[in-house]
T-cell receptor
Framework: DQQVKQNSPSLSVQEGRISILNCDYT??????FLWYKKYPAEGPTFLIS?????DKNEDGRFTVFLNKSAKHLSLHIVPSQPGDSAVYFC??????????FGQGTRLTINP | EAQVTQNPRYLITVTGKKLTVTCSQN?????MSWYRQDPGLGLRQIYY???????DKGDVPEGYKVSRKEKRNFPLILESPSPNQTSLYFC????????????FGDGTRLSIL
């Protein structure tokens, strides 16, 4: 049972445009959500997070939106840059113990 | 430099031969965790540890063991590896709990023949 789902395995975006990565979850007990970015041959690196008491969190070019009623979160990258090409994982935590990841979305930024 | 170090980075071995993947962090983090990454399945948590001598199962613990005798080390043990444990493994640590940003190692690619 996949509690966190990223339904788009890949996404291609033009440099300078907005990239929107989506994530859906099923467990209403999740209270914290994180996005990680992964380059080949490296471990994931933390990007941005949001608590369930908020609906938006912004850090530079990265913004995460949370829609609790729809059990949906999204990561917006504006403007997209070639260095943003990577695999992005969303993750969710319930009561600070387990962390559940989605399947990942491969983002490619085209020049 | 703050880091999580996994060894080995690559290993090819045979079914049934016990192996240990070591993980060490130098950030004095309480929380440590092991994940496996498989195509189409993302990262799945195997075991996690909230502190020394405190470990708990993640979503896919079958066939694995862990121990947390010291704060900095969290080895992953495969007592009798099988081909379905062929995967890319990541160790991670964080200050506090799982909702804090985790620092990941660079991964260990295991092939069980």
């Amino acid at each position: 049972d996949q509690q966190v789902k990223q339904n788009s395995p890949s996404l291609s975006v033009q440099e300078g445009r907005i990239s929107i990565l989506n994530c859906d979850y099923t467990n209403s007990m999740f209270d914290y959500f994180l996005w990680y970015k992964k380059y080949p041959a490296e471990g994931p690196t933390f990007l941005i997070s949001i608590s369930s008491i908020k609906d938006k969190n912004e850090d530079g070019r990265f913004t995460v939106f949370l829609n609790k009623s729809a059990k949906h979160l999204s990561l917006h990258i504006v403007p997209s840059q070639p260095g943003d090409s990577a695999v992005y994982f969303c993750a969710a935590s319930a009561m600070t113990q387990k962390l559940v990841f989605g399947q990942g979305t491969r983002l490619t930024i085209n020049p | 430099e703050a880091q999580v170090t996994q060894n080995p980075r690559y290993l090819i071995t045979v079914t049934g031969k016990k192996l240990t993947v070591t993980c060490s962090q130098n950030m004095n983090h309480e929380y440590m965790s092991w994940y496996r990454q498989d195509p189409g399945l993302g990262l799945r948590q195997i075991y996690y540890s909230m502190n020394v001598e405190v470990t708990d199962k993640g979503d896919v613990p079958e066939g694995y063991k862990v121990s947390r005798k010291e704060k900095r080390n969290f080895p992953l043990i495969l007592e009798s590896p099988s081909p379905n444990q062929t995967s890319l493994y990541f160790c991670a640590s964080s200050q506090g709990a799982s909702n804090q940003p985790q620092h990941f190692g660079d991964g260990t690619r295991l092939s069980i023949l």
